[in-house]
């Protein structure tokens, strides 16, 4: 099975710690089908919207700081192919900081 050459993806960002940006913040952009979700989220962020926040480092699985949860599975966003449609959340269970940051060193209180 071939991949096609591009495809339109809708990626939801769910927002919060950032002035006037709260909720969830939609991206329509075409994309590569071979792109990861780090990939889309770096041109996100450079070509419309520098506000947008999220963590990278090792780009290859190991060092955990892109976990995120997309379409309600925690997936590492530099390993997570793209998708046409994509619901992007910061990770559970650690209270996020900023979009899709989170402090990984602290755990949510049971409740919030
Ligand atoms: S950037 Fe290191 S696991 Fe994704």
Known sequence: MSLPER?????SVK???????????????ECD????????????????????TFRCSCLIGKCNVCLMK?????????KKRIEEE?????????????DLVVAFGERKDRGE
């Open 7 to 11: 495809m339109r993806c809708r990626i």
């Open 33 to 52: 089908p071979h792109d990861n979700l780090l990939e889309v989220l770096t041109r996100l962020q450079r070509e419309h919207d520098p506000t947008l």
């Open 86 to 98: 994509m619901v992007v959340e910061a990770a559970d269970n650690h209270p996020v900081l900023r």
């Open 15 to 29: 927002r919060s710690g950032t002035a006037g940006r709260d909720g969830m913040s939609t991206f329509v952009v």
């Open 70 to 78: 997309v379409n309600g599975e925690m997936v590492y966003a530099c």
